[in-house]
């Protein structure tokens, strides 16, 4: 059983950056894909990124490409998702999850494949 553990969202202006962290405790970390998913009001939850056990491979969505960056420290059973330039388009509730998979794009996408969740936390960007 692995529990996850998010932190360091908040409130920032457009244009603006924030590094959201996912502390994982229980289970084998480095086994486990590791994915960012959001969900915005009334909206349905969406992927973000994910990075493999390594930290060797990553894969963005689209909205994210260029402005995010998903990375690993196995030591510290810890993933990080650096956001920079934000939107207020940005604003969500953001969630790592964790999962045993292949790391390819139609798996690591879609949220059925995770087996852990975190709580989430919650990013507003002001415009």
């Known amino acids: 059983q692995v529990q996850l553990v998010e932190s360091g969202g908040g409130v920032v202006q457009a244009g603006g950056s924030l590094r959201l962290s996912c502390a994982a405790s229980?289970?084998?970390?480095?086994?486990?894909?590791i994915g960012w998913f959001r969900q915005a009001p009334g909206k349905e939850r969406e992927f973000v990124a994910a990075?493999?056990?390594?930290?060797?491979?990553?894969y963005y969505a689209d909205s994210a490409k260029g402005r995010f960056t998903i990375s690993r420290d196995n030591d510290k059973s810890t993933v990080y998702l650096q956001m920079n330039s934000l939107k207020p388009e940005d604003r969500a509730v953001y969630s790592c999850?964790?999962?045993?998979?292949?790391?390819?794009?139609?798996?690591?996408?879609?949220?059925?494949?995770?087996?852990?969740w975190g709580q989430g936390t919650q990013v507003t960007v002001s415009s």
């Open positions: 229980g289970g084998t970390f480095s086994r486990y894909v």
């Open positions: 999850a964790a999962g045993v998979m292949a790391f390819n794009t139609v798996r690591l996408t879609t949220a059925r494949n995770y087996d852990y």
């Open positions: 990075i493999n056990w390594s930290g060797s491979s990553n």
